[in-house]
């Protein structure tokens, strides 16, 4: 069974949104911590968001303001709402689960397969 799905990614102008979602297995949704990390070509992957299963919340400096994480755990779902969006925001898109909050993206044992996000100018 695959652990985390991502979908929602797409093309889309500068300055408008999407909508990503993940859904988790059982395993993986039982971690306290789900994330979204993203990774541009060339580029380390780098921290997007995180919540814990309490719901407390973690934006990255780049995102605040812009990109909003939240889960539903009746349904095993994380999703990130990514509106104002801007062609630096274009990278894999990914899900992932783990223990506890952290920005390293080897904290996290669980990883969805990506989903691309491209903003055109």
């Known amino acids: 069974q695959v652990a ?15 909508r990503l ?25 780098e921290f997007v968001a995180a919540i814990s299963r309490s719901g407390a919340t973690y934006h990255a400096d780049s995102v605040r303001g812009r990109f909003t994480i939240s889960r ?3 349904k095993n779902t994380l999703y990130l709402q990514m509106n104002s969006l801007k062609p630096e925001d274009t ?3 990914y899900c992932a689960a783990g223990p506890t909050i952290s920005y ?8 969805g397969q990506g989903t691309q996000v491209t903003v055109s100018s």
């Open 91 to 93: 990278a894999a898109y």
């Open 104 to 111: 390293y993206s080897s904290r996290y044992d669980y990883w």
């Open 72 to 74: 539903d755990n009746a």
């Open 21 to 45: 979602s993940c859904a988790a297995s059982e395993r993986a949704s039982s971690r306290n911590v789900m994330g979204w990390f993203r990774q541009a070509p060339g580029k380390e992957r």
């Open 4 to 18: 985390l799905v991502e979908s929602g990614g797409g093309l889309v102008q500068a300055g408008g949104s999407l």
